[in-house]
């Protein structure tokens, strides 16, 4: 009757039981509210639960035997499987500790967790599947910027409009643009890969605040885990990073779904009947129960609906973590779900936004008779007056707005526009004409020739857009190579792991 | 009569004028809303169109004797005042061509823009700003990290409670989480130099989005204003780059003010007549005009309301800048007031936590006896049940927590525990007692020892935490080198456009 | 063959098949992030398809025969379950639709849509959920108040410091707090009911934006779904009305989740060691795998995370649905699900808060004690000097002002105070001594007479606390009662759907 | 030398000074920080100062003469004016007790804040302030719906799309468009109302949490300031309602601002090339420093600006006041000064919108054109089909809807289409021609025709919105009504305290 606290290990559920250092059970109402909600990060555990377990036996802590038995069985159940089997035996941060105890018992099993606490489990689980949301977020990333580097190479002659204030500003060309957008990633993946820096750095070892006073070789664990450094402070570790580690991921999300976002209003406007840029496929659409003869865009709208999550997920993170160091930790939990919901999201509408720009028609004549419509070139005719005319800027470029005006109050359309009409502004502004024939007005005013005269770095020339095609591919291959690193880097730690169990298994 | 459109140049406000692209002058409520919305930029501006003037001399877009004029102007308003001088002719971006046509004329003065747009003004301005920012955070981040350390050497054996979920966790000491808190910071300086390479890339000649068919040389103009190098695509540069540029800096300064926040809630937990741990001196405090007795922690709550602030300013960027590419062009301004705003607050701010820390009396017996009433110790008696009586880290975790729990029920506290107690507990568990002595149980109990027993690597044994500090001390002299090259560089750029303005000025 | 369009009506999935207006089916990727969005609205959709088939056949639009022939089929597919039978052939806005069609044919079947779409569906659906979320909300917000004035009336005479800025303020009692807590939910309901007032507006026969040149009776529906009214305008119930209302639920909910968290934030405060006011039950805690000795508050700690995930449903809804009018369609799911969630915790976590509560023992003695510690009272004692010794007030507080600094500074606490440091601060302060005995200044400084003193209106004698408390009760009465009146509401339109189905079906 | 810490009353600048409370004087950076935060609230706390002396003296706390003395010196302020005055002594809440202490001493003027607190006076401050704010609103919004209504009459038979997901959807009128409009800010001055009664309680004599133990009379204040009622618990008027009726304004503001920026997009959108619906008048546009051409919409984006700024507000309020109850007491001036910053704006931004509007040219022709060129009455063809051919609704929208993909694949616009591809359609569905002359069609698909159509309650039909604007103007006249009263109460409430005043200070 004595040992009735002890419970039956083949039931062992978890040290927080009624009757320890708490009378009662946890309320179901808030199980249920907290259950589960660590589940998703089991498979980096179980494999901290081997790496502890290793490095304890390597440091005398476990003996070889015992080590050996807790390791056998940790294997055991990956045939159940990793997540079955943990959830079985009640889930969460320590189901590796129950499945152990429930199999060989607490003599043996109970020894799993010494030097270990919560912090350190639900940090080391925390990090490696931010690790992992980032590194699939780098390939998506990287799998884009090439896509759009090559769909620009299709597209170096293909004129359109350039907009600021959604009005007509500047002749481009949608490879042109579609380099933009790969640079754009560029930074994107820096900033992912700098994160993944700062993030995976080990917190195996750093117990709730302070590590152990038992001999736990934090560099071994971090080695076996495939981190790349450990804290120097276990408190910062585990107090702090926590933190401001929480906070980044959902802000480097943030930008990426922005520009995503951006894009996917780009294609929406490009799509609309007044527009007319893009015809995106019918797969990508839905239709209308009233009026048949809609064509919705709805797979840019699903990146825009995400994009608000994004920026939710940091306000959650920012707003969840406030108060005094430590005291907010189930808040954790609320931030970890939005964050990683909207990065699993991000690798989806990555690749589907891609696959749209690939499966739609670039309208070529639409865009080339718009870009000719509204003045788009009307710049180069100031310049023209400067360089042929040694007008000043300011001078040439207010005789060109006059004659707009006066177009435009005349009803009159690009097409219709004559030298006469520049005169008269050019007269109206400073009592002299300039004098150009219609042909040099009409030349000047070319939005073919306007973009092909821009050969200067960054500028919207053929020529100019392969050479800037050619170095952004250039960076895609160094990164590719940052990536394959870091996944050998990873892989090789699996397998060191991999190779320290078999030891002590295999009686080593 | 005829030349009434060209405004007298003594006069002339800028582009837009009545008359000219537009029939009306811009309304006075709108002017109001905007005017001014630009002039703190005017400063690099400044140097910007001194730049862009030197390029196009070099280039022979203008001549050397046209060049020297516009710079002798430029240097002229220098007297005035750079911005007093700017904001006279009408403020803004265009300021500089204003003052300059008012001073030379048209002629000469309004070639100053050729090859130039607002685009790349008012990115030059941006970037500039936000480098400024970024330095100036950067210093006074490396300020405060010295700071916490020299404070922490202080306090290596001001042994403290390390709290989570607001509860005693374990014995820390109070130089120990000065550490974590440098630690924290040293990620801080690392996102904002990060942030920095990002940002101090030039738009400058990139124009509107195409850059220009005049021979800009735009690694010229990058060169002379300090850039780091130049966009590849000018409509990354234009289109692009002010917008997840102008996400990123709130951001990085939204993180670093959750955390100062953090500490700002530490010390004012710290300062209630209930935790007394530390008394804040008096002039960083308000009393009440009714309860005589109050002494309010007014500067911590200050930095509190500011993080606010710096959330909000992520949502201002991120909302206002939403929709197709280059649609938001003004809601910019209202993202770079919100950023602006809270970097400035940030050096107060961190110079003022530190300075109150440095400041306040550390109630070193109050930590102490606090850190020895609620148990706080408790792990490292479990720990020795482990070490001593070979029992399973879980069972002893479990007799401990049973004790705890019987002496909470009986009304005892942690002075008054027994070694009987814990046989009691251990027989409850078991079946069998641990036989520890009354002294054994004491020792283990001991919150000194428990923060001297952890001398592993992240641990807090006074050795062990003046490594650390000699580790962060490392860094930072490297991340103060790493601040000061970017300072050189820019003093050097600085120095380079002032010679070759006096190459033209001084007709070279 | 030349029928192949058509589909076989036993398979028919929808009006949106590949070869009617659109040529490919829709993308599975895309199917899978969007499918099952709707699903949860289908019980409301339900009873539409029914209200808007009964009011077609009263106006004439559908013979009686074919609409008994559709009510008999929608009631049929109640035996399978709404939920269920929808989702089986295909879920969706449209699933009514669907599941007639195969069930009795397009000819029939396809009846059922006329003069209606997609928009009034979705937007019966939206609103019909949202009061229910509403109608839930109150309810439980009435639970709350009751259980709040009941608690509050065991505690009448519990004395306990208030604070603020984290300092002790003023005595008040731990009733007095609790009548406070059920005024603010007082607000919160009102807030509730007047949001119901605007959502529960019917947009049913407003079509997409226009409604129909067929003769609905869009009176009659809303009659039929309980809505208190019609939109006089279609276009508003349709394109504005979706905006506004989706913007309204997650503030209201956002206001009460703040306060909810802010008792939550008082709870964890007062579980500290430190400060020790109550004892929550070991139900609502969880402990530590490493240290024994905790006992973390984890119900609180829940609501604080919900609250952070609160606040960002307002920004997912404010940033999804922005842009020129209707743009954003498919961003309100994202906004919705949001609401929702949140919306449903709400009710779980009020009655968590009020359960626990009730369950905690408040430490009775601790809080009196802790009162007369600090000074807590000292407002009165300036009180005294001005109505016994006839000093201005503020010539009171400087002289009690005094007095504490002068304990603080010689280290006496409340309990060491002499009359003859008082006079020592009076003749500091302008030379001459107030003269209080050592009886008269320990009666000012009695918490416990503060309390009840203070007797005029929202004070905190006990009898005017009873007071506050009836006046309170008398108001849910009277809310109790409006909540009854939109349930009565709400079951009478029930009633007279089933009536007009039954008409129609029982051949009328 | 004794008497030293009285201060000079002629120098006298607040109660906390060194020497009294505290030991030394407050941070020169703290109060840069600080100083000037409540500044702006001087004039309601002006009217404060008069009216707790006034209920003191009635209530006898004060003598009479006492009373008039400090009224005659507030009274005297007024010629230096009340901020000017204020601020000159100090500023800030008690910056009357300041100007009457050095104007007639410390025995009188010292009298006037006893029983009140900082509590009261800001929340006073903020009350009165933000009702202010309210009413401001209200009567704007009130003026934009008038406007919005008469506009909507000129444009009653101004046919034009209206669009869904981007894509024109079916035709209604610019008038119908804008009764739409005001029937959504009709809800917007309903929650400013329903805030308004909620925010206009009085928080006057409840001091700092728990009210006072002199005779205060809180409903006598309360009707000197306009307020219409007291709360009946102090802790809930000083410690509750500060947070959630400052959480509450920003809301309202919101989601105001939501809508308008949604507008604001509405316009922009018009006014590209593309669409040309609208044109806005030159004074509300900027132009381009190198694009001639470029006339860029600068009012409605500084409105989507502002809209940014107002979701910023509810998370800086939100985010700021976290906490435990009354913990975050600075943190609100941040969350005021971003909600009165949108407040102002909002006045000015929606009389712009208004003005923009009425100035605007609406091109009625390209509406109409657009309206007839991508098939946006197609709904009234299928609906022709059910009525004459006897169609299912569905079978009806499944031939129209293949009609117009087979147009799309032959290159046909609405205007080239016959009713043989019509028949083609229908057979191709279901083997049966539909039989419509080419005259049929062409009127079903007339979007004139399908405006009139729409008669029903809500419909498009001129003598239906004609019904509806004469329902919301009657409506508006309410609600100016309801305007005119607060404002009369106020005014009311205004004379009620100069009499009271006179009475004392002329002996009454």
């Given at each position: 009757m004595?040992?009735?606290?002890k419970?039956?290990?083949?039931?062992?559920?978890g040290?927080?039981?009624?009757?320890i250092r708490?009378n009662?059970?946890?309320?179901?109402e808030?199980?249920?509210?907290?259950?589960?909600?660590?589940?998703?990060?089991?498979?980096?555990?179980?494999?901290?639960?081997?790496?502890h377990?290793?490095?304890?036996?390597?440091?005398?802590?476990?003996?070889r035997e015992?080590?050996?038995?807790?390791?056998k069985?940790?294997?055991g159940?990956?045939?159940e499987?990793?997540?079955e089997s943990?959830v079985?035996?009640?889930?969460?941060?320590?189901?590796g500790?129950?499945?152990?105890?429930?199999d060989?018992g607490?003599e043996?099993?109970?020894?799993?967790?010494?030097?270990?606490?919560?912090?350190?489990l639900?940090?080391?689980?925390?990090?490696?599947?931010?690790?992992n949301?980032?590194?699939?977020?780098?390939?998506?990333?990287?799998?884009?910027?090439?896509?759009?580097?090559?769909?620009?190479?299709?597209?170096?002659?293909?004129?359109?409009p350039g907009?600021?204030?959604?009005?007509?500003?500047?002749?481009?060309?949608f490879?042109?643009?579609?380099?933009?957008?790969?640079?754009?990633?560029?930074r994107d993946?820096?900033?992912f890969?700098?994160?993944?820096?700062r993030?995976?750095?080990?917190?195996a070892?750093?117990?709730?605040?302070?590590g152990?006073?038992f001999?736990?070789?934090?560099?071994?664990?971090?080695?076996?885990l495939?981190?790349?450094?450990?804290h120097?402070?276990c408190a910062?570790?585990?107090?702090?990073?926590?933190?401001?580690?929480?906070?980044?991921?959902?802000?480097?999300?943030?930008?990426?779904?922005?520009?995503?976002a951006?894009?996917?209003?780009?294609?929406i406007?490009?799509?609309?009947?007044?527009?007319?840029?893009?015809?995106?496929p019918d797969r990508y659409?839905?239709?209308?129960?009233?009026?048949?003869q809609?064509?919705?865009?709805?797979?840019?709208?699903e990146?825009?609906g995400?994009?608000?999550?994004?920026l939710?997920s940091?306000?959650?993170?920012?707003?969840?973590?406030?108060?005094?160091?430590?005291?907010?930790v189930?808040?954790?939990?609320?931030?970890?779900e939005?964050?990683?919901?909207?990065?699993?999201?991000?690798?989806?509408?990555?690749?589907?936004?891609?696959q749209?720009l690939?499966?739609s028609?670039?309208n070529?004549?639409?865009?080339?008779?718009?870009t000719g419509?509204?003045w788009?070139?009307a710049?180069?005719?100031?310049?023209?007056?400067?360089?042929?005319?040694?007008?000043?800027?300011?001078?040439?470029?207010?005789?060109?707005?006059?004659?707009?005006?006066l177009?435009?109050?005349?009803?009159?359309?690009?097409?219709?526009?004559?030298a006469?009409l520049?005169?008269e502004a050019?007269?109206?502004?400073h009592g002299?004409?300039?004098?150009?024939t219609?042909e040099?007005?009409?030349?000047?005013?070319?939005p073919?020739?306007?973009?092909?005269?821009r050969?200067?770095?960054?500028?919207?020339?053929a020529?100019e857009?392969q050479?800037q095609?050619?170095?952004?591919?250039?960076?895609?291959?160094?990164d590719?190579?940052?990536?394959?690193?870091?996944?050998?880097?990873?892989?090789?730690?699996?397998?060191?792991?991999?190779?320290a169990?078999?030891?002590?298994?295999?009686?080593?």
């Amino acid at each position: 009757m004595k040992e009735m606290l002890k419970q039956d290990p083949r039931k062992y559920k978890g040290y927080r039981s009624s009757g320890i250092r708490l009378n009662e059970p946890f309320m179901p109402e808030l199980s249920k509210l907290i259950d589960g909600r660590n589940n998703n990060m089991l498979p980096p555990i179980h494999k901290f639960d081997q790496a502890h377990t290793v490095m304890q036996v390597e440091q005398g802590m476990l003996t070889r035997e015992a080590g050996a038995a807790i390791l056998k069985s940790l294997l055991g159940s990956e045939k159940e499987g990793v997540i079955e089997s943990r959830v079985r035996v009640g889930g969460g941060l320590h189901s590796g500790e129950q499945y152990v105890i429930r199999d060989i018992g607490e003599e043996i099993g109970g020894q799993i967790h010494l030097g270990r606490s919560s912090g350190d489990l639900s940090s080391v689980g925390i990090n490696v599947m931010q690790r992992n949301k980032l590194v699939a977020g780098m390939k998506a990333i990287n799998r884009a910027r090439r896509f759009l580097l090559e769909f620009a190479a299709q597209h170096l002659q293909t004129v359109m409009p350039g907009y600021t204030f959604g009005q007509q500003g500047q002749p481009l060309t949608f490879g042109y643009q579609m380099v933009a957008w790969a640079a754009s990633l560029e930074r994107d993946f820096e900033r992912f890969a700098q994160t993944y820096r700062r993030i995976n750095v080990s917190p195996a070892g750093s117990a709730i605040m302070v590590g152990s006073d038992f001999p736990i070789d934090r560099d071994r664990t971090a080695e076996l885990l495939g981190f790349d450094a450990v804290h120097e402070n276990c408190a910062d570790s585990i107090l702090n990073r926590s933190m401001d580690d929480i906070l980044e991921l959902p802000m480097v999300l943030s930008i990426i779904y922005h520009t995503m976002a951006k894009w996917a209003d780009d294609i929406i406007l490009w799509s609309t009947s007044e527009f007319q840029f893009i015809d995106v496929p019918d797969r990508y659409c839905g239709s209308s129960s009233i009026m048949m003869q809609k064509k919705n865009i709805s797979g840019p709208a699903e990146i825009k609906g995400a994009s608000s999550y994004a920026l939710s997920s940091i306000v959650v993170a920012y707003h969840g973590l406030k108060g005094p160091t430590a005291w907010a930790v189930s808040e954790r939990g609320y931030a970890l779900e939005a964050t990683w919901r909207i990065s699993d999201m991000l690798v989806v509408h990555l690749d589907l936004l891609c696959q749209l720009l690939k499966d739609s028609r670039i309208n070529v004549d639409k865009l080339l008779t718009s870009t000719g419509s509204y003045w788009a070139a009307a710049t180069d005719l100031g310049g023209y007056l400067v360089r042929e005319r040694g007008l000043a800027w300011r001078t040439a470029h207010q005789i060109v707005g006059i004659m707009i005006r006066l177009a435009e109050e005349r009803g009159l359309s690009q097409k219709d526009v004559t030298a006469e009409l520049l005169d008269e502004a050019a007269v109206a502004y400073h009592g002299t004409p300039v004098g150009l024939t219609q042909e040099e007005m009409v030349s000047a005013l070319d939005p073919v020739m306007f973009v092909e005269r821009r050969t200067m770095k960054g500028g919207t020339a053929a020529a100019e857009v392969q050479r800037q095609i050619n170095v952004f591919k250039g960076r895609i291959t160094e990164d590719e190579k940052l990536l394959r690193d870091i996944e050998d880097r990873l892989a090789d730690a699996d397998q060191k792991l991999s190779k320290a169990v078999s030891a002590i298994v295999n009686g080593g």
